[in-house]
């Protein structure tokens, strides 16, 4: 068992949630999606992180909107933090990023795209901070076990893997359940990103497309698979999100999913 802020996290040990917007766009758009899922929190009694990336360096176009940068975009975590008392968690693409992410937030992310960088594992590994690490969409689920093994060789054990659905075939992902199990055994709680997972990467030519419908299908399906938690991209205005527009969850969603799914949860362990 560690903790990621004050959320207790623990194989089987009560489902948790890891909500926000794919990128900081505004101070302002970040303190109200993250004040909604505060209160949401309190009425499910479910432990929410709040995400939110300062850099998407892995859009699929130059032109695409990347977030206010490392020093703008932790100042707006900082104060979300302070505002809502929510755990933080934050993606890093570069080592160079790593120092500085971890003064601030409470979760380090490694992105599926980079979840074989060695020397990102390692630098994430060595701040003492919880890092989550997505599934690449290219790898089985046993591979991760090198991915463990990496941040585990820094003496650091608070590791959570996240489920983000495979490549099959040209700008479509699958989600094989199974896959929860077989990353439970290498010892670590397993999420479940249940809005990423309905994307279809590059499908718009210049941006991905996706099913945004899809989401909560997926996460009732993950939870009774055995997901310790959900990795839920949430947005007040999704059509005009400046990332993934096609698959962010609209925030009115996720009270009657998270109430569900926690009977999900409870029915199943017990």
């Not at 009425?43 to 990347?66: G, Q, V, Y």
């Not at 707006?76 to 890093?92: C, E, G, P, R, Y």
């Not at 992310?109 to 020397?119: E, G, I, K, N």
Request: hydrophobic letters at 40%; a positive charge; aromatic letters at 6%.
């Amino acid at each position: 068992m560690f903790k990621i802020g004050n959320v207790k996290i623990e194989p089987d040990g009560g489902l948790f949630v890891i909500a926000g917007p794919c990128v900081i766009e505004t101070e302002e758009i970040c303190l109200n999606i993250a004040s909604r899922l505060a209160e949401i929190s309190k009425k499910t009694s479910i432990p929410i992180i709040f995400k939110a990336s300062f850099d998407k360096a892995n859009r699929s176009s130059l032109e695409s909107f990347r977030g206010p940068g490392l020093e703008k975009g932790l100042a707006i975590l900082a104060k979300v933090k302070q505002k809502t008392s929510l755990a933080i968690l934050t993606d890093v693409h570069e080592i160079q990023q790593v120092s500085a992410a971890a003064q601030v937030v409470d979760c380090l992310q490694v992105p599926a795209f980079l979840c074989r960088q060695t020397d990102l594992l390692l630098a994430c590994g060595k701040t003492g901070k919880p890092v989550n690490v997505k599934k690449g969409q290219f790898m089985s689920p046993e591979e991760m076990k090198n991915a463990v093994e990496k941040i585990r060789s820094t003496g650091n054990e608070k590791i959570l893997l996240t489920e983000r659905g495979t490549f099959f075939g040209y700008n479509h992902l699958v989600n094989d359940m199974t896959a929860i199990f077989a990353m439970k055994k290498l010892g670590c709680p397993v999420v479940f990103d249940a809005t990423h997972s309905t994307q279809q990467p590059g499908g718009l030519g210049s941006s991905s497309a996706g099913t945004r419908e899809m989401s909560p299908i997926l996460a009732k399906a993950a939870v009774a698979a055995g997901a310790d938690g959900l990795f839920l991209e949430v947005h007040t205005d999704p059509k005009n999100a400046k990332s993934d527009a096609t698959t962010v969850m609209p925030i009115e969603w996720v009270e009657n999913l998270l109430n569900i799914c926690q009977k999900i949860y409870k029915t199943i362990r017990n």
